[in-house]
């Protein structure tokens, strides 16, 4: 879109007076663009865009140079009416409940449409100069880009993707808006002052959510771009949904029990776990043939003196019930058959220094050392059709329409970013939304072969990822206790961020000895949380581990591999988890259709308890049940908080709490504890009541 001249109205000279140029009784105000409206501000080279962009938002844009449509999440303008008025030295634009006023020196504050309240204030960086926008040149018609607002005392702040960092709140912090291994970077904050922000920007740079200041750096971009929501926790996420992307529903196999391990190294080897857990009657939806399973490294194809015939390995599967994924990694070694063809095509990300082609190193079939390996580039569409027609031709066409996308953030090495060069842009602009490109080549692939369900396993996620059916679990984290606490905050903000399909590798990637007390124990209190997770998934390099290579494989992984007394609990959990199906594909209809995450903060349903919003180590699943995982050792009971408002029933003592208060509740091995609100619609009974209970 380009802007019109600005026109030019007679008016009284004290309704506008320094906010636009004036001449004699002539005022100009600001253009609009065809038939949308937007309030317009400039200064010398400054530009400053601010238009309604879905139900109550507003996206702003700054810049030195010309707008930029379609870089970051932000893609079609949704269908939003707003209204401007220019009043003495200032002017506003209101889209339904917020409302931006813009000063003489451009500064922004949102309020509350109804009470005038502020939600966000852009703050000044300096009492001169800067302002709250700062564009420093980095050469070449781009710019270290800032902008500041103001910082609240009592503010919390959440979502930001998924972390390590084990913080749900996350005022304070610092943070790199980077893409790494268990390092998810989505620039969306939901506020409890009432507002969601989305940074709509994939560059490389910074959050610094600090006491005096809050402050967004992107290393070198072209246009500061943001967009703003007021409302309701519940009302925040379905905007966001809006304006990003609704995640399709997730297909009603998808919701159960999805078996892996580091690794099954041939055909036999796999089919006998699927054929084991047939024979012992637990519930399987999906096993998992991880990496190394190729040729060599950018194949994409069976190994055939590993996997020496996979439709008789798909057709066996499908008879039980169970289907197939398989890894594929978005590098591409020296040695593959594909390395040529797509470097000769341009279908590599560029480097802008150095041998072109090479990202990082990795050991391959075939070879007595490391080789280096590309990324192809995602953000180019004809590197994505050349990617998705390889799995097409070497996986898909034995009916495997499941792919795990490992390594997408992409795992370069070193990270020089700097050195990169995109389709979509030079990688410190652009690379950290790579990995919804990536998930994209699958989506689109998959639904021009006529699918209408695609569920694609990522290890890293942008803004929007949802909308290409990504599953994002929480990367190679700890097999540890203190790494399962990390969990329950890493997976209630990557919910809130927009990504409702997300799990953990139960029981940690790193280590784990399936012989010791200790780590069995944390077995089975992961297990009770992955069951309360939106998708439910084992994985891990269990002990004893091996070095990296084409022939390596963990340890044992299957749930009968943890001695009788985890097993026994381990499968009544799966049972459970097949009994709550039918709720849990609720709630993934509730997320596809309004953009409610599944698992969400007591807040979430409870914003108006300011308990609530302290709690950290409790969740909702769905609006009806509330979970309190346990993630210390030794643990037989914990302290919980049933929100204000409903009475809640144990779901295995059926014992009744009113809500509002603190209670302590028994968490022997087998159980952690669950609770379920009054009036729960649509959700079948946990656990039968005991023999003694006259509960119901």
């Given at each position: 879109?380009?802007?019109?001249?600005?026109?030019?109205?007679?008016?009284?000279?004290?309704?506008?007076?320094?906010?636009?140029?004036?001449?004699?009784?002539?005022?100009?105000?600001?253009?609009?663009?065809?038939?949308?409206?937007?309030?317009?501000?400039?200064?010398?080279?400054?530009?400053?865009?601010?238009?309604?962009?879905?139900?109550?938002?507003?996206?702003?844009?700054?810049?030195?140079?010309?707008?930029?449509?379609?870089?970051?999440?932000?893609?079609?303008?949704?269908?939003?009416?707003?209204?401007?008025?220019?009043?003495?030295?200032?002017?506003?634009?209101?889209?339904?409940?917020?409302?931006?006023?813009?000063?003489?020196?451009?500064?922004?504050?949102?309020?509350?449409?109804?009470?005038?309240?502020?939600?966000?204030?852009?703050?000044?960086?300096?009492?001169?100069?800067?302002?709250?926008?700062?564009?420093?040149?980095?050469?070449?018609?781009?710019?270290?880009?800032?902008?500041?607002?103001?910082?609240?005392?009592?503010?919390?702040?959440?979502?930001?993707?998924?972390?390590?960092?084990?913080?749900?709140?996350?005022?304070?912090?610092?943070?790199?808006?980077?893409?790494?291994?268990?390092?998810?970077?989505?620039?969306?904050?939901?506020?409890?002052?009432?507002?969601?922000?989305?940074?709509?920007?994939?560059?490389?740079?910074?959050?610094?959510?600090g006491r005096t200041a809050t402050r967004w750096v992107s290393d070198s971009s072209r246009q500061i771009d943001y967009w703003v929501t007021a409302g309701s926790p519940e009302q925040i996420t379905a905007r966001y949904?809006?304006?990003?992307?609704?995640?399709?529903?997730?297909?009603?196999?998808?919701?159960?029990?999805?078996?892996?391990?580091?690794?099954?190294?041939?055909?036999?080897?796999?089919?006998?776990?699927?054929?084991?857990?047939?024979?012992?009657?637990?519930?399987?939806?999906?096993?998992?043939?991880?990496?190394?399973?190729?040729?060599?490294?950018?194949?994409?194809?069976?190994?055939?003196?590993?996997?020496?015939?996979?439709?008789?390995?798909?057709?066996?599967?499908?008879?039980?019930?169970?289907?197939?994924?398989?890894?594929?990694?978005?590098?591409?070694?020296?040695?593959?058959?594909?390395?040529?063809?797509?470097?000769?095509?341009?279908?590599?990300?560029?480097?802008?220094?150095?041998?072109?082609?090479?990202?990082?190193?990795?050991?391959?079939?075939?070879?007595?050392?490391?080789?280096?390996?590309?990324?192809?580039?995602?953000?180019?569409?004809?590197?994505?059709?050349?990617?998705?027609?390889?799995?097409?031709?070497?996986?898909?066409?034995?009916?495997?329409?499941?792919?795990?996308?490992?390594?997408?953030?992409?795992?370069?090495?070193?990270?020089?970013?700097?050195?990169?060069?995109?389709?979509?842009?030079?990688?410190?602009?652009?690379?950290?939304?790579?990995?919804?490109?990536?998930?994209?080549?699958?989506?689109?692939?998959?639904?021009?072969?006529?699918?209408?369900?695609?569920?694609?396993?990522?290890?890293?996620?942008?803004?929007?990822?949802?909308?290409?059916?990504?599953?994002?679990?929480?990367?190679?984290?700890?097999?540890?206790?203190?790494?399962?606490?990390?969990?329950?905050?890493?997976?209630?903000?990557?919910?809130?961020?927009?990504?409702?399909?997300?799990?953990?590798?139960?029981?940690?990637?790193?280590?784990?000895?399936?012989?010791?007390?200790?780590?069995?124990?944390?077995?089975?209190?992961?297990?009770?949380?992955?069951?309360?997770?939106?998708?439910?998934?084992?994985?891990?390099?269990?002990?004893?581990?091996?070095?990296?290579?084409?022939?390596?494989?963990?340890?044992?992984?299957?749930?009968?591999?943890?001695?009788?007394?985890?097993?026994?609990?381990?499968?009544?959990?799966?049972?459970?988890?097949?009994?709550?199906?039918?709720?849990?594909?609720?709630?993934?209809?509730?997320?596809?259709?309004?953009?409610?995450?599944?698992?969400?903060?007591?807040?979430?349903?409870?914003?108006?308890?300011?308990?609530?919003?302290?709690?950290?180590?409790?969740?909702?699943?769905?609006?009806?049940?509330?979970?309190?995982?346990?993630?210390?050792?030794?643990?037989?009971?914990?302290?919980?908080?049933?929100?204000?408002?409903?009475?809640?029933?144990?779901?295995?003592?059926?014992?009744?709490?009113?809500?509002?208060?603190?209670?302590?509740?028994?968490?022997?091995?087998?159980?952690?504890?669950?609770?379920?609100?009054?009036?729960?619609?649509?959700?079948?009974?946990?656990?039968?009541?005991?023999?003694?209970?006259?509960?119901?």
């Amino acid at each position: 879109m380009a802007l019109r001249s600005p026109a030019t109205i007679k008016q009284p000279k004290d309704t506008v007076t320094s906010i636009f140029p004036q001449a004699d009784d002539e005022i100009a105000v600001p253009s609009f663009i065809d038939d949308d409206q937007a309030l317009i501000w400039r200064s010398g080279p400054e530009l400053v865009r601010i238009e309604p962009w879905g139900q109550d938002s507003l996206r702003v844009r700054a810049t030195l140079n010309a707008l930029l449509e379609g870089h970051g999440a932000l893609t079609a303008q949704p269908s939003a009416r707003a209204v401007v008025k220019y009043e003495g030295d200032s002017a506003m634009i209101t889209a339904g409940a917020i409302t931006a006023m813009v000063d003489a020196s451009g500064h922004i504050r949102f309020l509350r449409t109804d009470s005038g309240a502020e939600l966000l204030a852009e703050k000044p960086i300096h009492f001169w100069w800067p302002g709250p926008r700062n564009f420093t040149a980095t050469g070449n018609g781009y710019q270290q880009l800032e902008q500041s607002f103001a910082a609240y005392e009592d503010e919390r702040l959440f979502g930001l993707g998924q972390h390590t960092h084990g913080r749900l709140d996350q005022k304070g912090i610092v943070l790199d808006l980077v893409q790494r291994n268990a390092e998810v970077s989505i620039p969306f904050l939901l506020s409890n002052r009432g507002y969601g922000f989305l940074w709509n920007n994939p560059a490389i740079g910074r959050v610094e959510l600090g006491r005096t200041a809050t402050r967004w750096v992107s290393d070198s971009s072209r246009q500061i771009d943001y967009w703003v929501t007021a409302g309701s926790p519940e009302q925040i996420t379905a905007r966001y949904a809006e304006v990003t992307g609704h995640a399709p529903m997730l297909p009603s196999w998808a919701a159960g029990f999805w078996q892996s391990k580091l690794r099954y190294r041939t055909q036999d080897e796999l089919l006998e776990v699927a054929r084991e857990y047939h024979r012992r009657g637990l519930p399987l939806s999906v096993i998992v043939v991880d990496f190394f399973h190729w040729t060599q490294l950018g194949d994409w194809r069976f190994e055939p003196s590993e996997w020496p015939d996979p439709q008789a390995m798909v057709d066996e599967l499908s008879a039980l019930g169970v289907r197939l994924m398989v890894s594929v990694w978005p590098s591409v070694s020296v040695m593959s058959s594909n390395y040529q063809p797509m470097l000769n095509a341009g279908h590599f990300i560029a480097n802008e220094r150095g041998a072109p082609g090479h990202h990082s190193d990795w050991p391959d079939r075939h070879a007595s050392t490391r080789l280096p390996v590309a990324f192809y580039d995602a953000s180019n569409a004809d590197a994505r059709e050349y990617v998705w027609d390889q799995l097409y031709a070497n996986y898909y066409a034995y009916g495997i329409k499941l792919f795990w996308l490992d390594a997408c953030e992409p795992e370069l090495r070193p990270g020089h970013v700097d050195n990169l060069r995109l389709a979509g842009g030079p990688g410190r602009e652009s690379l950290n939304r790579y990995p919804a490109d990536h998930a994209r080549m699958i989506y689109d692939g998959m639904r021009a072969a006529g699918e209408e369900h695609v569920v694609t396993l990522v290890r890293s996620a942008w803004a929007g990822s949802q909308q290409w059916g990504a599953f994002l679990w929480s990367g190679d984290i700890p097999a540890t206790f203190l790494s399962l606490a990390a969990q329950v905050r890493a997976g209630l903000n990557a919910g809130l961020s927009g990504i409702p399909w997300w799990s953990t590798d139960i029981g940690g990637f790193h280590g784990g000895d399936p012989s010791d007390p200790e780590y069995r124990e944390l077995i089975v209190r992961w297990f009770q949380y992955g069951m309360w997770c939106p998708l439910f998934r084992l994985h891990g390099d269990r002990l004893p581990r091996s070095p990296l290579s084409q022939t390596m494989s963990g340890g044992p992984n299957e749930v009968w591999s943890y001695g009788e007394e985890v097993y026994a609990i381990v499968a009544e959990i799966l049972q459970l988890r097949e009994r709550m199906k039918p709720y849990v594909l609720e709630q993934m209809a509730s997320a596809a259709e309004r953009g409610a995450p599944p698992m969400r903060p007591l807040w979430f349903d409870f914003p108006d308890d300011a308990t609530a919003w302290t709690i950290e180590d409790q969740y909702m699943f769905g609006p009806s049940v509330l979970v309190a995982p346990v993630t210390s050792f030794g643990a037989r009971s914990r302290d919980l908080y049933l929100p204000e408002g409903p009475v809640w029933t144990d779901a295995y003592s059926h014992e009744h709490t009113s809500g509002g208060q603190w209670t302590t509740v028994d968490a022997p091995l087998e159980r952690i504890p669950i609770f379920v609100r009054d009036g729960a619609v649509g959700l079948p009974p946990l656990y039968p009541a005991p023999a003694s209970s006259e509960g119901g």
